[in-house]
Structure formats: structure tokens, C-alpha cells
């Protein structure tokens, strides 16, 4: 039996804690994994930022990148090794890169799901451009947001039609309102939505490969305490819902870390904000589910590597279209969608390796988050975004909260 190396590269910017924890879990589950007639090894280096010429190799399997939405040098180098070295990367950058929220919305809509209604309106002002004024002068109709806002229903939300990370997103309750938001809103081409009134559940699922994890979201609630640590407020239906939901948005897009918000209002779920491939991994927003998130990050990753697993390089929407297009429920046709994402995640090929190969992660998981090196890890990533006096304060913090995850039992 040959020793073979499979090669992960971490494709990081701002990242300190997961990476950390990452490296550190890799080695203590110190892997052999057999794969057809080979014992198969890992090694993981982070990816450096540096000139390459398109023809030269790349010498990865597998990435796993954070990089794409903003810096584009790593995300061409990553389109380059995809299209001309057989690179596993995920996410599809090209996907990344031109399916935002406005496109997720349009999808979706279609196939069904109870997406809040949404109207797209013109930039309120445009750079600086000689053909602005001429197009807009002869194209450009006068509209009234107030109207649109008795149309949709007050209050209704006014939020950049590609969003992220909370920017210039406000709830406006009357036109006054929402002629404010929208003089404030500069060259941000921006939806205004119905809200979703008198929800009594904030989830936000996340989705890696085929794994769903769901957390009780409370939105008003400072950012260290945003992802709650309660359990039991689904019913095994309604996870179950939600994971559907989820893995079809991350499958359809070719996102295979993505995460998904959806409220509950009289017992419908409707997805409100599902674009999101690069979603929030740091222990300072995720505490008690950053273990959670780690060994999804190495399980994903594992077995992609170990099992050299195709990256789909192009998206194919027709099977989900054909599957829309059929006189059947939401609820019908969300059962078809779900099936071929656990088809394009390989869902039962998934379980199966992790059973095998992986049935020690949980306790490796167990131990090494009551370990200095992870406590050291939570510390980093508090110095680097909370100011000194209350480092020690915040690392403990979410230090007693992996701990209560500890003592709960590790689970999830
Ligand atoms: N239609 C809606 N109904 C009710 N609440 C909404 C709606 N749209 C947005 N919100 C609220 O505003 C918040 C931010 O909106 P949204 O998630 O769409 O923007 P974002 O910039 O993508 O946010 P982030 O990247 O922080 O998740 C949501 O988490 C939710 O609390
Ligand atoms: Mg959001």
C-alpha cells in the first residue's frame, strides 16, 4: 500500500480561531485513510497571496476559501486552478462572484419558496458616468416609494440588493421613512421589502456539504449574543424543513458553505436572507456552535480530499426548473429539490466515510476544546476585534460557553 498526501490549502484573510483549531484537530486525529488500495494522508498550509503564472500547477486538492467575494487576486488564482488543475475549492468562485441576494431572491421565488415580496428601485445617484444623464433623461421613470410601500404594507425593509453583513438596512414604517433611507442611500441599487410582521422564530441554518446545523437567532440582541445557545425550538419537521431549504439554495448555487435566515410567522417559514457564501465563523459570534462548525469545516474537507471528489465547475439549475414546473405542493417539490442536492452532496457516500473514517472526531472534538491551544485560539480572535480592556473579560466569555457545549455533552 502506498502513503499518499492529500494537500489543503486554506484560502484566508481575517480568519484566526477556526483556522487554528482546524490545524490543531487535523493533527491530533492524526489520519490513515484507506482509499483504494492507498493509505491516505493530510497536510494542511495556509495559501499565500504571490504572482503566478497561469500554466504553473497548483499544488493543492482541495481549498477552502474566504477570500473570493473581496480579494481578487486569490479568486482568479482559484478560477485558474479549478479550470486548468482538476482545484476542489469550495465555494465555486464564479458563483460567488455574480449570484447575489437579489439573484438568490429570483431563483427561489420560483421555485416556490415564500420569499417576502420584493420590488427592486433605481440608485438614488450613479458614479460618474457621460451617458448617466442621457439614459436616465429619456428611460429613467419618476416613481414613488410611498406607493410602493402601500403596496408592499408598512413597515417594510429597504436593504442593498446584493446585502451583507447589515449594511444600510432599515425598516421604514411610513414614506417620510422611506425617503430618508432611500436620499441616504447613495449609489447602492437597493429592494424594498415586505416585512415579515409578528414572526416568532429567527433560525439561521447553516449548511456545509450535507450538514445543517440550526440556531435560534435573536437579531436585537448585541453580536456576542446573537446566535443563542437554546436547543428544542424546532420540531424535528421543522429542522428537517429547514435543512431542505437550505441544502436546495446551497446546491442550486454550487455553495457549499452558505447559511440561511428564515422566519416563522403562523407556521410558515419564509427565507429572507440565504446569499451568504462565506458566512460568519468566528468563535466571537458563534461560541457554543463554533465546535460545531470546526469539525464541519474538517469533515467536509476530509472527505472531499480523501475521496477525490469532483468539483462541479458549472451550474446546472434545469433538474430544479423541471422539478418547479411540475403541478405539485411547495412542500412536494421541496422534497424533489432536496433529493438531488443530497445527490450532488453525495449525503449517503458522506455519512458512510465519516462512520468509517471518522467516528473519533467527536471525542478528539471533546478533548482538545478544553485544551490551552483552543483556549489560546478564542483568545486570539478576541484581542484582534475587542478592544484590550475587555479581552479577558470576552474570552472567557465564550471560553465558559464552549465549555457548557463540552458539558452538554459535545453533541451537534
Ligand atoms: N423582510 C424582512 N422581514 C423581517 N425582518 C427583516 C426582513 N429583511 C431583513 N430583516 C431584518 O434585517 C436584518 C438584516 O437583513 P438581511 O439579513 O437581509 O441583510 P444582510 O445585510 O444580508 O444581513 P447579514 O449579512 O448581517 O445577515 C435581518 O437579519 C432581519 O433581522
Ligand atoms: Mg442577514
Redesign the pocket.
Known sequence: MAEVTRRIGLSLGADICWPLCFEHMMKRLDLRIPVEGDTVRFEVERVTIEPFNLRQPVKYDVVVDRLTHWLHTSREWIKKGILMNDLYVFNNPWSVQSNE?HTSYCAMMQLGMPI?ETVMVPAKSYAPNPDTRPTLQRYGKLFDLGKIGDALGWPM?L?PYD?????A?TRVTNAKEAWKAYEDSGTAVMHA????EG?DR?VRTIGFGPQAHHVLYD?SAPLHDRYTMKTDFLTPGEADHLRKVTLTINAFFGWEFNSC?S?RRNGIWHP??FA?PCPDSQVTSLHWHFPWLVKSYLRWTIFCAATKRKMPRTLDWEPFYAVAAKDLSYGEKLDRYAAIADARFETARFEEFCAKHLGHLDEVAAEFFGTREAKDAVRQKVAALFPAHEVERFTELFWQRIQAWRAAGAVG
Open positions: 441576494k417576502p425593509f436593504k446585502g451583507g453583513g447589515w449594511r438596512v421589502q415586505a416585512s415579515v414572526f429567527f437579531p435566515e422566519l429572507i436572507d451568504n
